[in-house]
């Protein structure tokens, strides 16, 4: 993503965090488990991006789960960044 952006473009990803839940993989067709904050700064660094911020959002995606029908709260993270 950040080879196509113009120089002064911005990228911002949200997400959520990692997590060990794999049936979100059946029942929502995710392909991955969340993803590290550290991994995220990283690559946008590794990107040459400046300006790299990842920070929690302070909101939870709430899902229920189908094994036992109780709510799971995955954190969420914005990542962004300027080329």
Same mark, same amino acid.
């Given at each position: 993503?950040? @080879?196509? $952006?113009?120089?002064?473009?911005?990228?911002?990803?949200?997400?959520?965090d990692a997590?060990?839940?794999?049936? /979100? !993989?059946?029942?929502?067709?995710? @392909?991955? $488990?969340?993803?590290?904050?550290?991994?995220?700064?990283?690559?946008?660094?590794?990107?040459?991006?400046?300006? /790299? !911020?990842?920070?929690?959002?302070?909101?939870?995606?709430?899902v229920e789960?189908?094994?036992?029908?109780c709510p799971?709260?995955?954190?969420?993270?914005?990542?962004?960044?300027?080329?």
């Amino acid at each position: 993503m950040a @080879r196509v $952006l113009k120089p002064g473009g911005r990228l911002v990803i949200t997400d959520l965090d990692a997590h060990d839940h794999d049936w /979100v !993989i059946g029942a929502f067709h995710d @392909r991955w $488990l969340g993803f590290h904050r550290a991994d995220l700064r990283q690559w946008f660094e590794a990107a040459r991006l400046k300006n /790299v !911020i990842v920070e929690d959002l302070r909101e939870q995606c709430t899902v229920e789960s189908p094994r036992d029908s109780c709510p799971i709260g995955f954190g969420m993270f914005i990542a962004k960044g300027e080329k």
